[in-house]
């Protein structure tokens, strides 16, 4: 028996390593015998929350999830850079595999309140066990809630659940049935179990009242003055370009831009995740802590307040309307790819009204690392926010942003003007009368 046993590991049809695991399901790891071995000592060291319910996984690299996952269930994720709380799902679509053989098996996902990472994996299998190889998903991908489409904006994998997507999943309930469509209308659909749903549901939701609790209320921005109109682009960039910063956390890079000259600046809310601290870049390349005051659960907006040691920033000056105007020539500033202080320039090409907020429509070109960079006017006010841009094949120049007044909004903050009080700019801007920022403000 152990000549065979020992001819057939030899050939490969028997692995050492899968005849352990495979009786590990047997082994008793509360025993004096076994408790202490390497196989059993992941068994006991299982960890939890606060709560005492949530288990914590460790991982550095969402594709490589650890090896017992409790799919379907909130878990808290620590990594060497920050803790949160995310569901991972698995669409297990492939065979078992014995001999040689290449062949996709299905998708892995991993949900957080505000992000969607999903990655392809192929199976690859020999004479031994199979391995596991995972794919980035190229371009963007469709989230398909109760039937209705969905466009997730992203890259490598990373996609981002902006609030029109909470908040679909947030209306559909228990009822909901969420499936993703990778690589367009002709490719694979991944379904999500009902178990993941109703634990991304809950994650959402509990984010939701985390953010409100966050958030604070009636922070007073003081607007800077506009600088004379110019049918040139030089001198207002000259004058902006310093109030645009990179912010970056231990998951990347994207812009930010000062609002008032104590140090508040606005930038995406899926910029900053989860941290409360990030780290700010200005154009000259000086570098400051700034800390996470305010975020929307509403709309994908984020207050930070730059801790300046005294140094007074160059704000920039918003045009607090309620809609710009279609058409109107617009200037943006990021940080594309890493690419600091990057100069890009178009229309606003539509105004969408989503639930109440504004939001811009712009032919400018924008990529990753652009996101809560400023769309300014001619005048160097800001009109609104960077969010996320249309990706696909024969797509082109169809970005989005949100209106600064709704960004404002938003996050309970006011404003004053050099000439105007909170008061009076909120009857005129209620009334739509705000159409010239320039004679406002100036």
């Known amino acids: 028996m152990k000549k065979t046993i020992s001819a057939l590991i030899a050939l490969g049809i028997i692995s050492p390593i899968n005849f352990i695991n495979t009786q590990a399901v047997e082994i008793n790891c509360k025993s004096a015998v076994h408790k202490k071995k390497e196989y059993c000592k992941e068994k006991n060291e299982t960890k939890y929350s606060e709560d005492g319910v949530t288990p914590i996984i460790e991982v550095n690299d969402w594709k490589n999830p650890p090896k017992k996952i409790p799919w379907s269930t909130i878990v808290e994720v620590q990594s060497p850079f920050e803790s949160y709380k995310a569901v991972w799902d698995q669409d297990y679509k492939g065979i078992s595999c014995f001999i040689s053989c290449d062949f996709y098996e299905g998708f892995v996902s991993r949900w957080t309140s505000d992000q969607l ?17 995972y794919y980035d998903i190229s371009g963007g991908v469709d989230l398909l809630i ?48 009902e178990e993941t749903t109703a634990a991304v549901l809950k994650l959402i939701l509990e984010s939701k009242m985390e953010d409100e609790a966050f958030s604070r209320k009636g922070v007073q921005v003081n607007l800077s003055k506009a600088i004379s109109s110019s049918d040139k682009v030089g001198p207002v960039i000259k004058r902006v370009l310093p109030g645009v910063v990179q912010v970056e ?8 831009f000062v609002i008032d000259n104590s140090g508040l600046a606005l930038t995406n809310r899926h ?9 700010i870049k200005l154009n000259n390349s000086e570098e400051f802590t700034a800390e996470v005051i305010g975020r929307t659960s509403d709309l994908d907006v984020a207050l930070l307040s730059i801790k300046t040691d005294n140094k007074v920033l160059n704000s920039l000056p918003l045009c ?23 100069i890009t320039r178009g229309i606003v090409s539509a105004i969408r009204n989503d639930e109440g907020s504004t939001m811009l429509q712009i032919d400018a070109s924008v990529n990753p690392g652009n996101s809560g960079g400023p769309i300014i006017n001619y005048n160097g006010e800001v009109l609104g926010i960077v969010t996320s841009k249309r ?11 949100i209106g600064i007044t709704s960004a404002i909004e938003s996050l309970g903050a006011k404003v004053n003007t050099p000439n105007i009080s909170y008061e009076e700019v909120e009857k005129l801007v209620d009334q739509g009368e705000m159409t010239n920022c320039q004679n406002l403000i100036s």
């Open 117 to 133: 990472a999903i990655s392809q994996f192929r199976s690859s299998c020999a004479l031994g066990p199979c391995r596991k190889n």
């Open 146 to 193: 109760n039937g209705e489409t969905y466009y997730l904006s992203g890259q490598n994998g990373l996609f981002v659940l902006n609030a029109k997507v909470r908040r679909a999943i947030i209306s559909s309930g228990d009822n909901a049935k969420l499936s993703i469509r990778v690589g367009g209308s002709n490719s694979a659909i991944y379904n999500i179990g």
């Open 249 to 256: 956390t231990p998951r990347g890079k994207g812009t930010g």
């Open 271 to 279: 910029v900053v995740g989860k941290f409360k601290t990030v780290k």
């Open 320 to 342: 607090i309307k309620k809609s710009p105007t279609v058409g109107e020539d617009i200037i943006v500033i990021g940080n594309p790819l890493g690419l600091q202080s990057t």
């Open 391 to 401: 990706v696909g094949m024969g797509i082109e120049g169809i970005g989005f942003g």
